[in-house]
């Protein structure tokens, strides 16, 4: 049973483009999370989907992000016009439930240069 | 979600048992604690978690106070993989699904 899977594992983007991250949850899970680490600081929530449905998005941005999770396909962490702040570590988790633990993808790491 | 506290770091030499603490004196009467571990810049991993009565899997054991203000994770015998931060985590299990991450327990296995 293969884990959740991210991709890129590493993004190196320009000031002003898109980033664009991918995340497959583990078989038979229907719930997605994202969390974003800084350098040297702890893990941040950032947004919480189910499919097709944005459940809660309480740490993200107010602006240029965005997260999607399709009926078909992978979970999409969208960052437009990224900015060397946004370097990091972004994980995503999924679960099978409400109430369950998460399961933790390898993560992608964006460079904004 | 409530607030925990651990300690920074600590250090178990390898084979030994590592016990690292975690107090969550506010925790309220449907908040479960659960852990989780950080190795190197790797995705967390989950570990175990419980609501009132001690917890053990093929990882680790995990003991929760009477009162529940407070809990033990246990690596029976630990070896130098284990070397990671250790996160400490509040929640309740219906209502709020996103994970709280402190600064957790640098854990350092010692040969």
């Known amino acids: 049973n293969a884990g959740v899977m991210q991709n890129p594992r590493h993004l190196v983007r320009r000031r002003g483009q898109e980033a664009r991250l991918r995340c497959s949850p583990m078989k038979g899970h229907s719930h997605v999370y994202w969390y974003r680490q800084l350098p040297e600081e702890g893990l941040k929530f950032m947004v919480y989907?189910?499919?097709?449905?944005?459940?809660?998005e309480s740490g993200m941005p107010k602006e240029r992000f965005s997260a999607e999770f399709p009926k078909e396909g992978p979970s999409i962490l969208r960052i437009q016009q990224v900015v060397r702040g946004d370097s990091a570590a972004y994980f995503c988790?999924?679960?099978?439930?409400?109430?369950?633990?998460?399961?933790f993808g390898p993560g992608t790491r964006l460079t904004v240069t | 979600d409530a607030k925990t506290t651990q300690p920074t770091s600590m250090d178990c030499a390898e084979g030994r048992a590592a016990n690292l603490p975690c107090n969550h004196s506010t925790i309220s009467g449907n908040e479960y604690v659960y852990w989780y571990r950080q190795i190197h810049s790797q995705g967390p991993q989950y570990i175990i978690h419980?609501?009132?009565n001690n917890e053990t899997n093929e990882m680790a054991s995990l003991i929760i106070t009477e009162d529940r203000k407070s809990s033990t994770l246990i690596l029976p015998h630990a070896t130098l993989r284990d070397t990671a931060v250790y996160y400490c985590?509040?929640?309740?299990?219906?209502?709020?699904?996103?994970?709280?991450f402190g600064t957790g327990t640098r854990l350092t296995i010692i040969p």
């Open positions: 988790a999924s679960s099978p439930d409400v109430g369950n633990e998460q399961y």
């Open positions: 985590i509040v929640r309740v299990n219906f209502g709020n699904e996103k994970l709280t």
């Open positions: 989907l189910q499919k097709e449905n944005i459940i809660d």
């Open positions: 419980g609501l009132k």
